[in-house]
């Protein structure tokens, strides 16, 4: 048990420290960053799936007036590491996938280069690619685990024997499609290389990124340098949703540029069309689900078949089938990952990886039991609450699902439901309701430190953390000033630069647990030196320890999320007049942040459920609805009501805050919400993402 | 993307000549289409010449009892116009129903009609299209075809006309004023869009230098009782998958007379002829409207495609245009 943190600022409404650079535009982003006479860099990419580039016409490009440099594959820098083939940008021939950078283009203005690099003319020697997922094709492979380092398959008891014997079985299979993240800011870099005189030289990225330590450690590897010779700044991020957890190849193509230029800075940003295949993604999912269960609606057995894709050039396993292993008691459990890797781009981590998919199917097969039973489908869940972990019989640190449930249910009026299908007509709308339940696993990083300084009356704390418009800037003083004593107003801490002390990926809903356990250390350091009255310059620091909590309890934040679903009669279109969302996510540090986490999550869930889809066309692949008019995200006018709420949790175990990381749990189960909210309305269950009208169109 | 020269020429007289004199020349209005195609490599034009301060930015009645709406009205003035709110409801509510606030202050009435199509493969210039580069092939054809046509669409091109406010004024009978460097011609709004046939590079039947000066509409007793219905898919800020721009006379019981076109379905907006003809005279009922729809209907030819195709949008369209058409009557009930 490690002792909480006494709360004075955590807790506290605070408005965004960096809002008011934000709204007056103040607040300079990796494109922006001012840099001298920087040159332009775009990209040429990959027209074919598979082959090989047999040659690349640079003529035209070069001839152009204010055109530097033309890199290709020819004349790139060889790289120190190639071992992540998605970062080997420009080391070889071959094509993994429709978009895979072949080529760039240095030039004075930004103009010139887009222009240059429509000029160069690559040929290729095309090979039969191979894009399609399917559950039934004969090369599926298990992966030796899955994100981050799960195994890929569990099993316990007889799932098959409980299919068989149990009085109510439910064998369905549900889809979800390829996803992408699309932050508002698209991945964009200012790079420098500068030779230095006797130590090598030196490389400055300013790059939009969930973590500037994870990127330098990257980029130190593949280019074979010591961590003093990069920096990596980046204050502000215009969202990144696991997009920019890890740097992908526009990253490394950065700074290649760079270098092949010394002295002169680079921008790179991807066009909105080049992130989708780029930036990574979430791949789509086939979920082959089977409930076991009494009549009473306890589960005799739970299982989840998992099949998804990968690209061949590099492996990425999203854990889908990770949920289902510790949400209801069952004493006959399964799941499997099985993978087809493609000619496509690399899928990666999207917001809730695992969890955001992997809690559609077993939300919505549950609501189907439910059904199947004629049982109240918040009563069933309630049934199936587990003592225990299931999966290794630890205890929960805290788990308050069945309380999410009933807040939820009380708020949204749910008693007294109406559990039929299709028989609640208003106004030409068929109207339903839906539950369904989250969860996220409470995640520390095992690496990040801090420093905290007195400096003129003020505690000056400093990690290289990272705010991608989730409240960073803010939390952390609220937590530092709790661990000094101090009033948050005189604390500062700085973040966002590899001149401050490592700190972990803003990833996994880890950054608040993580950086602030970090910050604890570090003013617990501070405190035993120099008391409650240091001098000026009196500095100390600490670093994030291993939680023995972890090795004893299984520690979790869970919600409820119900959804009314309106659908028109005449014309299937779908709206949702209500999303309520009950998290039990720890201690809420700063409940206006965390509000809008929680609301974000779930209208990127509303978007999940009712809009958003890759389409990859097998014939070429490459997503051809490639832009925000074509890949729909939620406007305003699809939801009305929307409302996040959580109940007080206190947990001892998790971490010195309390706190349980609010970033990702939002848009888990939202989806199922809705789809079996339009299944109330409509009498049409909806397995498959997304709910568009089509798919619940009268006369269909 | 590649450099281009900016004109503004004293009059529109002269910004015809200097496109038509051209063949890489090309009119600029509000930019919010014909800026991305340059963005994207899909229009790759020498020479852009501005006419947004050269034709009329005012909306003057005509002596009809009609309205003359200047080629460099906003689509924004025009939907918030008095005049237009109280006789062409059907043109508000489409420019309304059409991108959003922002883009709406900068498009244009004769840019509007002019936009070109948002399939998803005329956009990306690494696709064949016969419409971007005539000949080499259609890649909608068995690829993404959701938001594709149903109706009139050729083995070259299958891509609908995207604009909302091109299917309401289909439906009112509007009128096209253009001015082309042999001088002035009229062209009924009905006649403007093509279908693609063997010709899918060509969206209309205007000749390279013809400028829209202005969008008629005549006077029209029938629109004051008009509505526009869009279906998408998402709730706001998406083009139509299938829209229905409707007016209806209604006595009685009995339908006097209707205007009707359809959007989303076609190479150009679908006046519904064949539906009006069916419900002229007959009951105001659901019966009727879904008869009338399956006259227009008839000859529907949906896409196969990877993503699920468009067979959706024949009962789409029948469903909102039956729910249109009864909320018309409807009002007439209230009146
Ligand atoms: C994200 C997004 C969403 C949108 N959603 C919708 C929607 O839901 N519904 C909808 O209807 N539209 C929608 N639009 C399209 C928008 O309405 C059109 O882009 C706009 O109406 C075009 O007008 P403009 O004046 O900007 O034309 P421009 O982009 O300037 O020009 C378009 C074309 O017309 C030509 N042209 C312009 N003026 C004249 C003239 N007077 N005579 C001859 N040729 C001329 C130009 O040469 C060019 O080829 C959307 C656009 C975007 C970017
Ligand atoms: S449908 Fe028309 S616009 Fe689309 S790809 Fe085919 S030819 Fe081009």
Redesign the interface.
């Known amino acids: 048990m490690t002792t909480t943190l006494e709360p004075r600022a955590i807790g506290r409404d605070l408005a965004r420290r960096d809002g008011g650079a934000k709204v007056r535009g103040t607040a300079v982003y990796a494109d922006e960053t001012p840099v001298a006479d920087p040159l332009f860099c775009r990209i040429v990419q990959a027209?074919v799936a598979r082959g090989r580039v047999t040659e690349v016409d640079t003529a035209d490009a070069s001839a152009l007036d204010g055109v530097v440099a033309v890199l290709t594959t020819a004349d790139a820098e060889r790289l120190a590491s190639t071992d992540d083939a998605e970062l080997a940008v420009l080391q070889g021939t071959g094509i993994g996938f429709r978009g895979q950078i072949v080529a760039a283009v240095l030039a004075g203005t930004d103009?010139v280069a887009?222009?240059a690099a429509?000029l160069v003319r690559v040929t290729y020697a095309e090979e039969e690619h191979d894009a399609r997922l399917s559950a039934d094709r004969d090369d599926l492979y298990t992966p030796e685990s899955v994100n981050p380092t799960y195994p890929p398959d569990t099993a316990e008891g007889d799932m098959a024997a409980a299919m068989a014997e149990a009085p109510v079985t439910l064998d369905r299979t549900y889809t979800t499609p390829m996803h992408h993240n699309n932050p508002m800011e698209p991945h964009a870099t200012t790079a420098l290389w500068e030779p230095r005189e006797g130590d090598g030289g030196h490389l400055t990225l300013w790059d939009s990124t969930q973590g500037v330590h994870p990127v330098r450690q990257t980029v130190t590897q593949i280019f074979g340098l010591e961590p003093e010779q990069v920096r990596v700044i980046c204050p502000f991020v215009g969202g990144g949703f696991g997009s920019k957890g890890t740097p992908h190849a526009n990253v490394v193509m950065a700074a290649l540029a760079a270098r092949a230029v010394p002295g002169r800075p680079v921008r790179l940003a991807l066009t909105r069309?080049q992130m989708f295949s780029l930036a990574g993604y979430r791949t789509p999912t086939i979920q082959r689900m089977q409930l076991a269960a009494e009549r009473d609606g306890r589960l005799r057995g739970i299982a989840i078949d998992v099949v998804e894709q990968t690209s061949r050039i590099k492996e990425f396993a999203e854990q889908t089938g990770v949920p289902t292993r510790n949400m209801y008691a069952a004493p006959n459990r399964r799941t499997t990952h099985r993978l087809a890797a493609l000619d496509v781009p690399v899928p990666s981590w999207m917001r809730a990886p695992g969890e955001c998919p992997g809690m559609f199917g077993p939300e919505v097969a549950m609501d189907e039991l439910a059904t199947a039973l004629g049982l109240d489908p918040v009563e069933l869940r309630i049934r199936n609450e587990p003592e225990v972990a299931p999966e290794t019989g630890k205890p929960f640190s805290s788990r308050n699902l069945v309380a999410c449930l009933r807040e939820g249910a009380e708020r949204f009026g749910w008693a007294g439901r109406d559990h039929r299908p299709g028989v609640r007509l208003e106004d030409?709308w068929w109207v339903g309701t839906g539950v369904a339940a989250s969860v996220y696993p409470t995640m520390r990083m095992p690496k990040s430190t801090a420093t905290v300084t007195y400096d003129g009356g003020r505690y000056v704390a400093r990690i290289g953390a990272a705010d991608l418009g989730t409240g960073a800037w803010t939390v952390l003083p609220q937590i530092a000033a709790d661990a000094l004593g101090a009033p948050v107003e005189d604390v500062d801490v700085l973040i966002g630069d590899t001149d401050h002390p490592e700190a972990s990926v803003a990833g996994g809903s880890s950054g608040t647990t993580t950086w602030g356990s970090a910050l604890v250390e570090a003013v617990r350091e501070f405190r035993d030196k120099y008391g409650d009255a240091p001098q000026d310059g009196d500095a100390a620091s600490g670093s994030v320890k291993p939680n023995p909590a972890e090795e004893e309890y299984v520690m979790s934040a869970f919600g409820a999320q119900f959804a009314e679903v309106r659908v028109?009669t005449?014309?299937?279109?779908v709206?949702v007049p209500r999303l309520y969302g009950v998290f039990a996510a720890g201690r809420i540090v700063n409940p206006r942040l965390a509000r809008s986490q929680f609301l974000g999550a779930m209208t990127m869930g509303l978007g999940m459920a009712?809009?958003e889809q890759s389409?990859l066309?097998?014939?070429?692949g490459?997503v051809?609805?490639?832009?925000l008019?074509?890949y729909?995200v939620?406007?305003?006018?699809?939801v009305d009501d929307l409302q996040a709420h959580w109940i007080d949790e206190d947990d001892p175990y998790v971490n010195a805050m309390g706190s349980k990381g609010v970033g990702e749990i939002g848009i888990v189960g939202t989806a199922a919400a809705v789809a079996n909210a339009a299944w109330h309305a409509t009498g049409v269950r909806l397995r498959d993402l997304p709910v568009?009208?089509?798919r619940v169109?009268?006369?269909? | 993307m590649r450099p281009f020269a900016y004109a503004t020429p004293p009059d529109a007289r002269e910004a015809v000549l200097a496109v038509a004199e051209r063949p890489d020349a090309t009119f600029l209005a509000g930019g919010t289409n014909l800026v991305d195609h340059l963005r994207l490599g899909v229009a790759a034009p020498g020479l852009l010449v501005d006419v947004t301060a050269l034709t009329s930015a005012e909306i003057d009645d005509l002596s009809d009892g009609g309205l003359r709406i200047g080629a460099a009205v906003r689509n924004s003035d025009l939907a918030a116009d008095r005049r237009v709110r109280a006789r062409y409801p059907v043109l508000a509510e489409a420019l309304l129903a059409g991108a959003s606030g922002q883009l709406r202050n900068m498009a244009t009435t004769g840019g509007n009609p002019l936009q070109r199509t948002r399939c998803v493969y005329f956009q990306d210039v690494t696709t064949p299209c016969n419409k971007r580069a005539p000949g080499s092939g259609c890649a909608a054809l068995g690829g993404a075809t959701r938001n594709h046509a149903v109706l009139g669409a050729s083995e070259h091109c299958i891509a609908t006309h995207p604009s909302d406010m091109a299917v309401a004024l289909a439906a009112l009978d509007a009128r096209v004023q253009v001015l082309g460097p042999d001088g002035e011609r009229e062209i009924p709004f009905t006649e403007l869009h093509t279908l693609p046939g063997d010709t899918p590079e060509r969206d209309t039947v205007l000749e390279h230098g013809e400028l829209i000066t202005a969008i008629d509409v005549p006077d029209l007793p029938i629109a004051t009782r008009s509505r526009y219905r869009k279906v998408r898919d998402r709730a706001s800020y998406a083009f139509a998958l299938v829209s229905v721009a409707a007016c209806l006379d209604v006595a009685g019981g009995e339908i006097r007379d209707a205007r009707i076109a359809l959007g989303g379905v076609a190479h150009k907006p679908w006046r519904a002829h064949r539906a009006e003809e069916a419900l002229r005279g007959a009951p105001a009922t659901d019966e009727s409207y879904r008869a009338a729809a399956a006259a227009e209907l008839a000859d529907a030819r949906p896409q196969e495609g990877f993503d699920g195709g468009n067979a959706f949008k024949i009962p789409l369209l029948t469903g909102t245009l039956v729910s249109t058409l009864r909320a018309l009557a409807g009002e007439e009930t209230r009146a």
């Open positions: 027209t103009e887009r222009e429509d069309q030409g028109h005449d014309t299937g279109e709206r009712l809009h389409l066309d097998p014939r070429t490459h051809v609805n490639h832009d008019a074509e729909h939620p406007a305003n006018a699809d568009t009208l089509d169109l009268p006369g269909r």
